[in-house]
């Protein structure tokens, strides 16, 4: 086999399909999968990777797919960016682990003193890394647990905030999350999520949605035992629900009267993807505390909690830590992050991508009936697509797409409670004629239902 071309910037820019999709050194690699990884352990698409950079990935075929994916809002900065590598790799050759609770060092500190000057609010911050955006959450709710002396959580309809024992239970969706993987932690209460394209009276869903939410703390779990709630500014798995207008602020100054700690898990929406650094400030939030992780460093695992120095700091002396947690190449790979968001203005770039695909989405809507809603921030938008005339999810209608844009050289993710959610994050480093070329695959796609 001949070299796997160089990722990064570098990698010609095309869209191309040279074998069938997947090709047979894809289906040489299933076969290999199959008979070594469990097989409830799946992937969305069926092509192996050789390279990506910019706004393609190259599988090992030969074959290169236009990105719309990132990796799941990972890559936001291009798959291996400039500054993330270069960074990343000489700090793999200073050195890759001391562990911070035994030998610290300062890429560690450097990444927590950018996201405090960063994350919402002019309040004093700190802040704690970890490895995925499960343990991040997990940890917002020890520090918010600590610092409140109460134990309640409550999250909401369609929410996902990960695998891990407490945050699937934090996870709003049985299948596949956590079908057959209880008991489940308990203190942790659900309230609807002001959801207006599937509220019985939209005009006043931010309205009856925080009355329910309401009700649920004061009436059924008591406000004094509840320690925080934890919302995505837009929710991410459950399809790119973007809370009615109000929904978020009336929730906000509801915790504040009442001692309970807001965390906003911004783990899929935070570093730029919105077109802001987090899409709380869209809505005007100060949250209390602060959750990242996918975008965090370009691909490497990292994870932090963002918070009030007063709520952080009441957590006890070596309460919370871990051994890879904050690993200095991650840091080091943030950095690098950080880097190239400000050098190439990728927070504009992100609102001008959102602005393409909305408008892409809405040219292609008027030639078809299975668009019931368009929506989203920056470049993360979505389209949940529905039976004609109604607003009963499309399943079908998703994975026939999905499947006609990666046979054409398209990679597109899935996302909602019913799985008929289209989601688009492509990289901020991918070219506007990629982008426009990708979305006449989606539309040849759309008119071949
Ligand atoms: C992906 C995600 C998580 C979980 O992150 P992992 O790194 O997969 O553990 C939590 N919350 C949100 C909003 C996410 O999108």
Not at 149 to 168: I, N, P, Y
Not at 186 to 213: G, I, K, L
Not at 340 to 361: F, P, Y
Not at 376 to 387: F, K, N, P, Q, Y
């Amino acid at each position: 086999m001949t070299a796997p071309p160089i990722g990064g910037p570098g990698l010609a820019q095309v869209r191309r399909v040279c074998t069938d999709v997947p090709g047979p050194r894809s289906r040489d690699l299933a076969d290999r999968r199959n008979a070594a990884l469990p097989a409830g352990l799946t992937s969305a698409a069926g092509v192996y990777v050789a390279a990506a950079g910019g706004g393609v990935v190259v599988d090992v075929d030969g074959n290169s797919f236009i990105d719309l994916g990132s990796g799941i809002a990972v890559t936001t900065v291009g798959n291996s960016a400039p500054a993330v590598v270069s960074r990343a790799a000489a700090q793999l050759a200073q050195y890759i682990h001391t562990c911070f609770l035994a030998t610290p060092y300062e890429p560690y500190i450097e990444v927590a003193e950018t996201l405090n000057r960063l994350a919402p609010g002019n309040h004093e911050k700190r802040t704690a890394l970890f490895n995925t955006g499960s343990e991040a959450v997990e940890n917002a709710v020890k520090y918010a647990r600590a610092a409140t002396g109460r134990s309640a959580v409550v999250v909401f309809d369609h929410a996902f905030h990960g695998r891990s024992l407490l945050t699937m239970t934090m996870t709003a969706k049985n299948q596949p999350y956590k079908h057959g993987f209880g008991p489940f932690a308990p203190e942790v209460y659900r309230a609807p999520m002001a959801y207006a394209y599937r509220w019985p009276s939209p005009q006043n869903c931010a309205a009856e949605a925080f009355d329910q939410f309401a009700q649920l703390v004061d009436s059924q779990i008591g406000a004094d035992a509840v320690a925080c709630v934890v919302v995505e500014p837009i929710q991410g798995e459950g399809g790119f629900i973007v809370p009615a207008e109000g929904f978020l602020r009336s929730v906000a100054d509801f915790c504040r009267e009442r001692g309970i700690l807001l965390v906003a898990d911004e783990i899929q929406t935070g570093i730029a993807r919105t077109g802001a650094w987090f899409a709380s400030e869209h809505d005007g939030l100060v949250p209390d505390l602060l959750t990242t992780a996918k975008g965090l460093a370009g691909g490497l695992p990292l994870a932090a909690v963002t918070g009030r120095a007063d709520v952080m700091d009441a957590a006890h002396l070596g309460g919370i830590g871990g051994t890879y947690s904050g690993n200095p190449v991650a840091c080091a790979a943030a950095l690098g992050v950080f880097d190239e968001i400000n050098d190439h203005q990728l927070i504009n770039r992100a609102r001008d991508i959102g602005d393409r695909m909305v408008s892409e989405l809405q040219s292609i809507a008027a030639t078809t009936d299975v668009i019931g809603e368009i929506r989203g921030r920056g470049a993360m938008i979505a389209a949940e697509l529905v039976l004609p005339g109604t607003r009963e999810p499309h399943r079908d209608a998703v994975a026939a797409l999905t499947r006609h844009c990666q046979r054409n050289g398209v990679l597109t993710l899935t996302a909602g409670t019913f799985g008929n959610v289209l989601r688009f994050l492509p990289p901020l480093t991918i070219s506007d004629a990629l982008l426009t070329e990708a979305f006449g695959v989606v539309r040849e796609g759309f008119a071949a239902l």
